[in-house]
């Protein structure tokens, strides 16, 4: 690494150590020096539209977001002409702001235009606010652009165009009277926008605003227009002075924080983990605001994250305990419920054994309750039958990872994937199932020179935007990850000190590679040899690669083998244990990292000590006084078979919808109906619940405290916003009390008490404490005894007892034949908008506005066949079953391949109505991207299942940032030193030279 | 056998009975704070007496109307003036140095006994002024009166601030 060159300069007569290549405003930030920056943020890149953070350089004005230090540089933030050139450029923003503080929404005490007026000691408006021609836009369901507010200063299209990367907004320069347009301006509701609130979030006053805060932040802003207007008019002719405005206003935002509560919190969606702030006010959400702070994100959220929590209030959620009484269900209270359960729990684990109820644990539950879930089934139902849905997406890539490296999860941090020079995605779709974590890779790709090759069936947003896209048959990863192996030992590339160095099973795996020759790998793949070799040029070529896989490789009968093969490929080139480089099975649930971690699977306890190993399982009895199975358990889908075969009678499931979200789900619901007793426990009345004999109603993460573990094994706790609804409970504690009932002796009073049992029982775990995890610190497991966190694995050993990794042969599995009538590849998976099936994101009315129905993707050539057009209605049959859908014609699919979103939980449109019960046969992951499926057309065309407000159908306008050339190119902009300069020398007292 | 069912009875809720719990509720919550709400009934009492109660009732229940008409009268120039005088005579108070304005206000008190002394004194002839005018006490006096219209006299002359400059 590069030693840091350091020198000193002066900052208001100061000597001040700085590094070399610090702007003058960082370094005043870390000395505590303020400097006003109206349009600076820092998880932006500088914009320079503001000029307010003006200072004096060796006697000249310079930007000091811009300008780097330089020794022996003498500055000055304080000196008068500095002040006027502050207020100079204060004043021509405020001639764009009208100032209303006290009936603003946005006056929160966090309003940079406010804080940066009253700072500068503005006292009036120097140049004259004058509206502009454009009227609010208002068209988005979640947010509004004021014109008249908007000062121009480009935060929002910065993060826009190159924090979020989705290149929708612009300020047009040219115009007489500039606006941020969206698009080719066209009203916000029809644009690219993809509603991920970054432009709302960066915005410094209250031009782009959350509806959900307009008129009811304030005290005084829910007053109607009628009696506003004239309040506004009066104080602006009075208008004594800025600064007793300020006071007010002050008053006003401080007697605010009585009523807003702000409680930092951890993302329930996807296995990013962004954290941010919730703003509550009663049982209502005003918005979700991100921080800097955020380990994760920052300021970065997606649509899901910044407006889809409707679903805590909806009035569908459960609020009573059901109990199954004939053909209905009856409310019933707690007491009657949870007597229910033991008693037929107890009567049945006595009849057939303890092994005959299977226990579903929860991937959007906390850690700790999957914890406690984990121990009531083995300590005191004395069974490994405990599993989690990570079977359904991402047991096959922890497989792949535990034979290879030695720990099934993600080597690095979402940092590396950001700073490596290759990223290669296979079978994913990050932009839509992780779009926070996708941001950093198109901001790496389009600002820092990062390299990006997309494999994958569909044209997703990253293919768009890789510098190689390729798209292999179905099925056929493993052939072209082996031959690429292949051609890297075959030319020399494979990194010989690596090999040499780290890893055993050299010569016998470059052995099992013969046969993958290019020719057939070209052959089955049908990708052509030129890309295969240009693709293994790249990686060789690349110092850092990062390999990002999802369902795409996992859901298939060979998944495993594909996540091992992907894993040796990174083995031979050696992408690990450096910062930059590593494998990322990208997990999709928030917590589905965590509950494996914690221990709701069939073999491991917490921190993945096998339930086998005597001297483990010895140390849990001791600690919780039992004695525990030996036997591994049943999984997910084993246990569905046991149903079958009569073997499980009974299952207690929470926070899943199995009967939706299993494969072949004709299948699994007549193996429910089977079930003897079947105990369900959510947040709402699912389809799974509807076979439910005690239903228990649940709280979500809003109403509890707990933690999280992101994708990259990172740990974040997160605080109760609202008290539970009706009569639902925590997990935790339905868990605790069921499990008193049924003997135990468990006295729990906070989860923080859960997670220090489950420290000092699991090695990894060892030095995690919620005081470590305090507001916005986290953890990345493995965690030693002192707290030292492990963000990038493997730096000096591997997870194997020698430190060595382990390369390990595989062969292709042939995907799933549906039979020769099922001539279409069905392929199948989540969208943006809705998080899977959509029982939490569909409770949201704007969301459901931008996307109403699920849609199959069909491909030009296949529609043009087919004579169907958008908005067909067609029936789609397996072997397994049949579904209804509407049409899109779309090039993102090829030939005969299908896409079927799965945001649907109705009978009809549901996917796993279509997908079969085969699975991976070392994982029993079900092969959900395996179908083959015949389609008959219904009605050639109909309306659209996509209304045209959504952003599939919106016109992106790619640039870099916000172009502040054009605005100092206006004949109207003068720099603001030049104009001081030029005043002074009118006023005959020129003591400032330029 | 238990096949998928959607049906769920809710549990019916006794109005009676939820009338009562809140009643219950409210009575202790009384019972917590009753010297308080004594002296707050008969607050209650007298305004209602006094017929304010009606006039707050009225107000409140067409508080849109009476909150636009009431804008739109203070919305009036004159208005602006009271609002604007009132603001700036609270500035010249505020910047007033209290120990100065202590000064003068002695000054003035001591000015105006000795002048309340007038009665006594022979009227005043020209020889007799010049005298005055020679004391130092008059002198002093006559000084700070000059100094006093000079002041003004700056303010008067004075250069606008720069920051108005440029529009």
Redesign the interface.
């Known amino acids: 690494m590069d030693k840091e060159q350091t020198f000193s300069i002066q900052i208001n007569h100061h000597l001040v150590s700085v590094k070399a290549g610090q702007t003058i405003l960082e370094v005043a930030k870390l000395q505590d020096i303020y400097i006003p920056r109206i349009c600076y943020h820092p998880n932006l890149r500088p914009l320079e539209t503001c000029d307010t953070c003006l200072v004096e350089v060796n006697g000249q004005l310079k930007r000091a977001c811009t300008t780097k230090c330089q020794p022996e540089m003498m500055i000055q933030t304080k000196s008068e002409p500095v002040k ?1 050139a502050q ?1 100079e450029a204060m ?1 021509r923003i405020l001639k764009n702001h009208e100032l209303y503080c006290t009936v603003c929404d946005n006056n929160n005490g966090n309003c940079e235009v406010h804080n940066t007026a009253e700072y500068l000691q503005i006292e009036h408006q ?2 004259e606010f004058t509206p502009k021609p454009y009227p609010p836009d208002n068209s988005h369901p979640f947010y509004r652009y004021e014109p008249d507010q908007c000062i121009l200063c480009g935060r929002c299209v910065e993060a826009c165009q190159d924090l979020q990367v989705n290149e929708t907004l612009t300020i047009d320069w040219n115009r007489e009277h500039p606006r941020v347009i969206w698009d080719d301006d066209v009203p916000i509701d029809q644009s690219s926008c993809v509603s991920c609130g970054h432009c709302v979030s960066v915005c410094p006053c209250n031009a782009l605003m959350e509806k959900s805060m307009l008129g009811k932040a304030g005290y005084l802003t829910g ?2 227009s ?2 506003l207007e ?2 506004i ?2 104080t602006k ?2 208008e ?1 002075g800025y600064k ?1 405005i300020f006071a007010i206003s002050e008053m006003e935002a401080a007697m605010r924080q009585s009523r807003i509560k702000r409680t930092k919190t951890v993302c329930t969606y996807c296995g990013v983990g962004c954290s941010f702030e919730i703003w509550s006010k009663d049982r209502e959400i005003l918005k979700v605001e991100p921080q800097v702070e955020a380990p994760v994100n920052g300021i970065s959220t997606c649509v899901k994250g910044k407006w889809g929590w409707d679903f805590v209030n909806s009035s569908d959620r459960l609020s ?1 305990p ?1 109990i ?2 004939g ?5 019933a209270t707690w007491e009657e419920a949870l007597e229910v359960i033991s008693r037929k729990l107890k009567e049945i684990s006595q009849t057939f054994g303890p092994d005959s109820i299977g226990y579903v644990a929860s991937s959007k539950c906390s850690n700790e309750e999957n914890y406690l879930f984990q121990k009531f089934a083995r300590a005191v139902m004395n069974t490994n039958n405990v599993d989690n849905c990570s079977r359904y997406c991402q047991t096959p890539a922890s497989t792949g990872l535990m034979r290879t490296v030695g720990i099934g999860a993600d080597s690095g941090t979402i940092r590396d994937i950001a700073r490596a020079d290759l990223v290669l995605v296979v079978g994913a779709n990050p932009a839509e199932s992780h779009p926070v974590l996708a941001t950093r890779i198109k901001r790496a790709h389009k600002l820092h020179g990062q390299k990006l090759v997309v494999v994958d069936l569909r044209l997703n947003e990253l293919a768009e935007r890789a510098d190689l896209y390729l798209h292999p048959k179905p099925g056929t990863d493993l052939i072209w990850l082996n031959a690429i192996s292949k051609y890297l030992f075959d030319q020399g590339l494979e990194d010989k000190k690596f090999l040499k160095d780290r890893v055993n099973g050299v010569e016998e795996y470059k052995q099992s590679l013969e046969k993958y020759t290019l020719e057939y790998a070209a052959e089955k793949t049908g990708i052509t040899q030129e890309e295969l070799v240009k693709l293994a040029t790249m990686i060789h070529e690349a110092q850092r690669v990062c390999i990002l896989w999802a369902m795409g490789v996992t859901q298939h009968l060979g998944g495993t083998d594909t996540s091992t093969a992907i894993s040796n490929l990174l083995l031979v080139t050696g992408n690990y244990g450096r910062p930059g480089t590593g494998a990322y099975p990208l997990r999709g649930h928030n917590n589905v990292q965590g509950a494996s971690d914690f221990g709701t699977m069939p073999a491991w306890f917490p921190g993945y000590e096998p339930v086998q190993d005597a001297k483990v399982r010895a140390r849990y009895e001791q600690a919780w006084g039992v004695t525990l199975p030996e036997k591994p358990g049943l999984n997910n889908h084993q246990m569905v078979e046991a149903i079958f075969n009569g073997k499980l009678k009974a299952m207690y499931l929470f926070g899943e919808d199995m ?1 939706i979200v299993d494969s072949n789900s004709n299948y699994v ?1 007549a193996a ?4 003897d007793f ?1 105990v369900v426990q959510d947040i709402f ?1 699912t ?1 799974t619940a ?4 005690v239903v228990l109603p649940a709280a979500p993460s809003l109403e509890k405290e707990g933690t999280f573990t992101n994708t990259e094994k990172r740990i974040q706790r997160f605080y109760q916003v609202f008290e539970p609804f009706g009569e639902s409970k925590p997990d935790w504690v339905i868990i605790q009390e069921l499990a008193n009932r049924m003997g135990a002796d468990w006295s729990y009073s906070h989860p923080s008490e859960i997670m220090a049992e489950a420290a000092s029982l699991a090695p990894i775990f060892a030095g995690i404490s919620y005081e470590r995890l305090e507001g916005w610190n986290s953890q990345i497991w493995p965690v030693s005894k002192d707290g030292q966190e492990t963000p990038i694995l493997y730096t000096e050993r591997f997870a194997f007892p020698d430190g060595k990794a382990r390369l390990v042969p595989v062969e292709w599995t042939a995907p799933f034949e549906s039979g020769e009538e099922f001539d279409l590849h069905l392929n199948n998976g989540r969208l943006l908008e809705h998080f899977h099936e959509g029982n939490m994101t569909y409770r949201s009315a704007g969301i459901t506005h931008k996307v109403p129905n699920p849609w199959l993707e069909v491909s030009p050539q296949l529609a043009q066949e087919r004579g169907i057009k958008d908005g067909a209605l067609v029936r789609l049959t397996s072997p397994y079953g049949k579904v209804k859908v509407r049409v899109l014609v779309t090039d993102n699919v090829k030939g005969k391949e299908l896409y079927l979103t799965m945001n649907s939980f109705k009978d009809m449109e549901a996917v796993n109505r279509l997908t079969s019960s085969y699975h991976d046969r070392i994982t029993h992951t079900p092969n959900y991207k395996e179908i083959g499926v015949k389609m008959e057309v219904l009605e050639p065309e109909g309306e659209s299942p996509l209304p045209r407000a959504n952003y599939r159908f919106g016109n992106r306008q790619p640039q870099l940032g916000v172009q502040v050339e054009e605005k100092w190119k206006r004949p109207d902009w003068i720099p603001i030193p030049e ?1 001081i300069n030029k ?1 002074n020398s009118r ?1 005959g007292q020129s003591d400032y030279t330029d | 056998m238990a096949r998928a069912i959607t049906q769920i009875e809710k549990e019916k809720t006794n109005p009676v009975e939820e009338q009562s719990q809140a009643l219950t509720q409210v009575l202790q919550a009384v019972g917590n704070s009753s010297q308080a709400l004594i002296i707050l009934l008969d607050i209650l009492n007298e305004l209602h007496q006094a017929g304010i109660l009606e006039i707050l009732q009225g107000m409140l229940k067409n508080r849109q109307q009476v909150g636009a008409i009431a804008m739109s009268q203070l919305n009036q120039p004159t208005v602006h003036h009271l609002l604007k005088n009132g603001m700036s005579i609270l500035q010249f108070l505020g910047n007033l140095e209290p120990e100065k304005v202590e000064k003068i206000i002695h000054v003035i008190t001591h000015g105006i006994e000795r002048s309340s002394q007038l009665e006594n004194e022979k009227p005043l002839s020209f020889w007799d002024l010049t005298k005055m005018l020679r004391s130092p006490e008059v002198s002093l006096s006559i000084h700070m009166i000059f100094n006093f219209l000079r002041g003004m006299g700056e303010e008067l002359n004075r250069d606008h601030p720069v920051h108005d400059e440029g529009k």
């Open positions: 006027i207020q004043s120097k140049y007053i109607p009628n009696i004239p309040m008019d009066i002719e009075v004594p007793e009573k059901l199954r009484k053909e209905k269900f009856v409310e009967a619901q429910f109906e089977k079930l079947f009345f389809k509807q076979f439910a004999d104009m005043e006023n």
